[in-house]
């Protein structure tokens, strides 16, 4: 009997574990330079989206040529969204003018395209249950 309980505990743990943790490949498009880098932020949490320094993770990687590809690996199921700039002059900061208007290129996912203010969790997020890639192109 115990060892058919623990058959059955294995075997609902190894299904749990494959369904919950998935790789999200995120391709961007239309950079217009090599300069500095480019800030994926991926977010879980609609509160805290799209804070800078809130970031479920958050990764900077250089650019080749015309995109950038990166993929984060072994993310649990569930509702994400992403905010992405790119950080042409490398200061860790999305440069806006006087108005808050960003002056370096942005995106965010579902391609959304905002325009008097930053876009919501719900019009930018999209459900993860298994591997998944995302284009995404840039604003300039």
Request: charged letters at 20%.
């Amino acid at each position: 009997m115990k060892q058919l309980l623990f058959l059955i505990y294995f075997f609902f743990m190894s299904l749990f574990h494959a369904q919950t943790h998935n790789n999200l490949t995120v391709r961007v498009s239309n950079l217009n330079n090599n300069k500095g880098v480019v800030q994926f932020g991926l977010y879980n949490v609609a509160s805290k989206f799209p804070k800078v320094g809130k970031t479920y993770k958050m990764v900077r990687i250089k650019t080749k040529g015309s995109q950038g590809v990166y993929t984060f690996k072994d993310l649990p199921q569930g509702r994400y969204a992403l905010a992405i700039y790119h950080d042409e002059n490398a200061n860790k900061n999305c440069d806006t003018n006087f108005f808050g208007i960003p002056t370096e290129a942005y995106a965010f996912s579902n391609n959304v395209r905002p325009r008097f203010s930053a876009p919501s969790f719900q019009s930018c997020s999209f459900w993860l249950s298994q591997d998944k890639e995302v284009k995404i192109r840039m604003v300039y």
